[in-house]
């Protein structure tokens, strides 16, 4: 079974450029979590999504940032416009949220940020 | 809200020593479930274990083993005659269980390098 699908793997761009990273979940599950990795704050959760309606976005950094889930094989982590202090590894995972459940993680988006 | 705390940063170890890594948590739900992941310098997430707030069995898988402890709100991870494949972030987990709120919260991670 393929596992979580995220696109680009690495990204680069310039600050003040718009930025949008890509999610496929694994198919089946209900819940979709973006998580951002740091050095200084670790692993944070952004945002997540159950049936495709954002539940709580309360760790999304500012109005810059924005998620979407328009089907349930599908979600987007934009950034408008990205600044270098979005450099950082953002990962998406999904689970079943039915039950709690554990949840699974695609490889992440390293993304640079000049 | 829930904390998790992995007070260890950075381990080293020489191949085939034992090596445990701790995490202690707090919560104020009875029920909740505590994760542990792997995460290898190619930098993905692995998921190791979960364990729910019910079942405080040890749990063995390989040379991996877990120890979890509800009278110390601790969650420990032990890799036995450990090996270089080792050598990698680990992070503990907690999820409370409330409905559809599943989300996670992680400890800083600790890096464990095995030297050979």
């Known amino acids: 079974d393929a596992g979580v699908i995220q696109s680009p793997r690495h990204e680069v761009t310039e600050m003040g450029q718009e930025v949008t990273l890509r999610c496929k979940p694994i198919s089946g599950h209900n819940s979709l979590f973006w998580y951002r990795q740091t050095m200084m704050r670790g692993l944070e959760l952004l945002i997540y999504?159950?049936?495709?309606?954002?539940?709580?976005d309360s760790g999304m950094p500012e109005d810059r940032f924005s998620a979407k889930m328009p089907n349930a094989s599908f979600s987007t982590l934009k950034i408008q416009p990205s600044e270098p202090r979005d450099s950082a590894v953002y990962f998406c995972?999904?689970?079943?949220?039915?039950?709690?459940?554990?949840?699974?993680f695609g490889p992440g988006t390293r993304l640079t940020v000049l | 809200a829930q904390k998790v705390t992995q007070a260890q940063t950075e381990i080293s170890v020489v191949e085939k020593e034992d090596v445990t890594l701790d995490c202690v948590y707090e919560?104020?739900?009875?029920?909740?479930?505590l994760f542990w992941y792997k995460q290898p310098p190619s930098g993905e997430l692995v998921f190791l274990i979960r364990?729910?707030?019910?079942?405080?069995q040890n749990e063995i898988s390989g040379r991996y083993s877990w120890n979890f402890q509800k009278s110390t709100s601790s969650f420990n991870f032990t890799i036995t005659a450990s090996q270089v494949v080792d050598s990698a972030v680990y992070f503990c987990a907690l999820s409370e269980a409330n409905g559809a709120n599943s989300k996670l919260t992680f400890g800083k991670g600790i890096t464990l390098s095995v030297r050979p």
């Open positions: 999504f159950n049936n495709n309606v954002p539940i709580d």
């Open positions: 995972a999904s689970g079943l949220s039915d039950y709690p459940d554990t949840q699974y």
């Open positions: 364990r729910n707030s019910f079942d405080e």
């Open positions: 919560t104020r739900d009875t029920t909740y479930y």
